[in-house]
């Protein structure tokens, strides 16, 4: 075979869609059956799930700005750089907070008047797994809400409560750093108020009681140059005070919960956005603790992140101490040379300067502690909510889920490709002979038959299992299935691979013995023999079967159970070859020689010469000789016959015989051991070969 064709041979075995939609067709049982199982399966899952709906609603995180911000004085003290509160919204905390155990909590008491904490935490668990918050973008403040709940109204319910809990939170949290704050002011306001009427009255009676009305009795230029210096001494100590305040606030443990003043007065951003971060961590604590206990890892990890932030600003506030110090030092070492070139003003003027000083500081701090109250209460009196609704809870009417369609055409599709793949993978690792090509492909010896596999569909037909003979089969009966007048798809068969036959048999030469042989049992051999028998005798052809098969004598029970046969004509029980002969009843050029009695040698008999004196006398007398002989390849009755005969009949049933022998059956072929020898392929189905090039459907009509 050239290598165009050979690999033409190749492509052909190849599973083309045309057969792979033939393979299918032909299981159409199978994908029926699949169909159902899953769709049952589908309305079974959608008859016991709940319908689940999907409410969905957005809002907005508004920016904070700084409140409590003061213009300039025209003394120009640094206090009104404070600001009452400094703080931008962080998006990523709120979309957090939206879905914390903690706001939950409160939601699910409030929507189920819940008073027991582990019922109101299981519930606000159940809450947590079907509320999602999603950002637009990494850019955005628009924060996206979805909740899933088989009761939409509930759902609409459910995330209303959410944002009205969370603003309501969130209010109540600023509120209470305000009244901490008014708190700490009005303290400071009450001592500072005592102190400066007890530097009133002293400034009173000094004046009074030394007669001094102005301090312009002093050199204006030396005064000018002193007042200068001791006005940087008043804004230095001024600072200096309110950052040893919060230095012996922060080192105080009765004080450690408390939240601390942002109006400090101290200069520099370090320390006051320390001091805002530091009232977040000690607000977060004090929620977390409501439903928690200190050995938390989450509030020992806070308690840890409070802590290092306390000592940092420690840290920052001693650092700022003891620059003041250094500054205070510097600036009262001018002012005292400043003091030494007025040494001729009266201790009076120096006394009174000193009290004055005092009473400035005090003034200065009193005027600035009254601003900020004022400030605070007006943003106590108005503070708006941190969120604003774009969209109002909304959704469809329909159920999300389970998708319904969805879920019906899944099953659907998988019953359907369930059966496919089981027969693509079944038909792609089928490594036996399904059809003509499969033997066309792999060798030149000729195919004379091709047998569709008979089903009396009184029975289910089944391979049979390759055996090394070490366990008995049950052994059937092969049936005869020809008929005078039948015209079915087998009988056809039959009338075909007769034509065949008798093209190739040379009767005037008498080259009419066959041997009819396989390479596995329960390929078909006697029941392939017995049939072409009767098709050649309905033509009326002199047709002599043999049943040489003595192990098992298949044929001879099929046709009936003579007493005397083959082996006793062999073992020289009869001297008369006619006396085992017998004329079948129905069919008159049909003669049968059964096997007789079972012998325990048969290979030895049919190694003997009466084997061959058989058939020589036999020949002159028939058409057709056909032997049904045993397997070839456990038993070696089938050699020794082979040397008798003139052409080999070899049986290759589809689905039993590897692809693989077919090349040593060639090998077997070209060293002799068969005698022309030609191939019937047996119990070939419809759709157990790909496409039109292998053979033909057996459904004929006339």
């Not at 990523?92 to 939206?98: A, D, E, H, P």
């Not at 299981?122 to 950002?135: D, E, K, P, V």
Request: glycine letters at 4%; aromatic letters at 8%.
């Amino acid at each position: 075979m050239s290598n165009n064709n050979l690999l033409n041979k190749q492509i052909e075995e190849f599973l083309s869609v045309q057969d792979f939609w033939m393979i299918c067709r032909s299981h159409s049982r199978w994908f029926i059956a699949s169909v159902t199982v899953f769709m049952l399966a589908a309305c079974y899952y959608l008859s016991t799930t709940a319908d689940i709906y999907t409410r969905e609603a957005a809002v907005m995180v508004k920016m904070e700005t700084t409140r409590g911000t003061v213009a300039h004085s025209s003394n120009g003290n640094d206090f009104n750089n404070m600001s009452l509160v400094q703080e931008q919204t962080n998006v990523s905390n709120v979309l957090r907070q939206y879905r914390s155990l903690a706001l939950l909590t409160d939601v699910a008491c409030r929507l189920d008047t819940l008073t027991d904490k582990d019922e109101a935490k299981r519930a606000a668990q159940a809450l947590q797994s079907g509320l999602t918050a999603t950002l637009d973008d990494e850019q955005s403040t628009i924060i996206n809400l979805k909740y899933q709940d088989p009761s939409p109204e509930r759902a609409e319910k459910v995330l209303n409560t959410v944002i009205e809990v969370y603003n309501e939170r969130w209010l109540q949290e600023k509120r209470l750093m305000a009244d901490n704050t008014a708190q700490f002011i009005d303290e400071r306001l009450q001592l500072i108020e005592k102190e400066l009427g007890h530097v009133d009255d002293s400034i009173s009676t000094f004046k009074t009681r030394h007669q001094i009305t102005s301090l312009e009795q002093v050199s204006d230029l030396y005064l000018q140059q002193q007042t200068a210096s001791e006005s940087e001494i008043l804004r230095l100590t001024n600072q200096m005070y309110m950052a040893q305040y919060i230095l012996d606030l922060l080192k105080d443990e009765k004080s450690r919960y408390r939240l601390l003043p942002t109006h400090t007065g101290l200069s520099g951003n370090e320390a006051g956005e320390q001091i805002v971060q530091y009232n977040n961590l000690l607000l977060a604590l004090k929620n977390n603790l409501e439903g928690t206990s200190t050995q938390n890892p989450i509030i020992m990890r806070q308690e840890t992140q409070l802590n290092d932030i306390r000592q940092n600003i420690i840290a920052t506030v001693s650092n700022y101490v003891k620059a003041l110090q250094i500054q205070i030092g510097s600036t009262e070492g001018y002012n005292a040379g400043m003091k030494e070139k007025v040494k001729s003003s009266p201790d009076q003027a120096k006394r009174l300067l000193s009290v004055e000083r005092d009473q400035k500081v005090k003034e200065s701090l009193y005027l600035y502690l009254l601003q900020k109250k004022e400030e605070n209460e007006i943003g106590m009196t108005y503070t708006p909510i941190p969120t604003e609704i774009i969209d109002m809870p909304h959704g469809s009417a329909l159920p999300t889920f389970p998708n319904k369609k969805s879920i019906l055409l899944a099953s659907l599709l998988i019953g359907l490709l369930l059966p496919a793949v089981v027969l693509f993978i079944k038909e792609s690792l089928n490594t036996t002979v399904r059809g003509k090509i499969d033997i066309e492909a792999r060798t030149q010896l000729p195919i004379i038959g091709e047998i569709p596999l008979y089903n009396d569909g009184k029975r289910k037909i089944k391979l049979p299992k390759l055996s090394l003979g070490k366990k008995k089969q049950q052994r059937e009966t092969p049936q005869l299935v020809v008929q005078h007048d039948n015209q079915n798809a087998i009988n056809e068969a039959f009338r075909i691979l007769r034509s065949n036959l008798e093209f190739m048999t040379d009767t005037p030469q008498r080259k009419n013995v066959f041997l009819v042989t396989s390479m596995y049992a329960g390929s078909g051999k006697s029941f392939v023999s017995m049939n072409l028998a009767l098709t050649l005798a309905i033509k009326h052809r002199r047709v002599l079967f043999v049943d040489g098969d003595m192990r098992r004598a298949t044929a001879t029970r099929t046709f009936g159970n003579m007493q005397v046969g083959l082996a006793d004509y062999l073992g020289e029980k009869v001297d008369s070859a006619d006396s085992v002969i017998y004329q079948h009843r129905e069919y008159p050029s049909l003669d049968i020689i059964p096997v007789g009695t079972t012998p325990p040698n048969p290979t030895e008999l049919l190694s003997g010469p009466r084997m061959r004196q058989l058939l020589d006398e036999m020949r002159p007398h028939y058409d057709f000789i056909l032997i049904d002989c045993p397997m070839t390849e456990t038993l070696a009755d089938a050699f020794i016959i082979g040397h008798h005969v003139d052409r080999t009949l070899y049986i290759v049933r589809a689905g039993l015989f590897q692809c693989r022998q077919v090349a040593l059956l060639d090998a077997n072929v070209q060293s002799g051991k068969y005698k022309n020898l030609s191939i019937i392929l047996n119990a070939v189905t419809p759709m157990a070969h790909y496409g039109y090039k292998y053979g033909y459907y057996y459904g004929y009509t006339y």
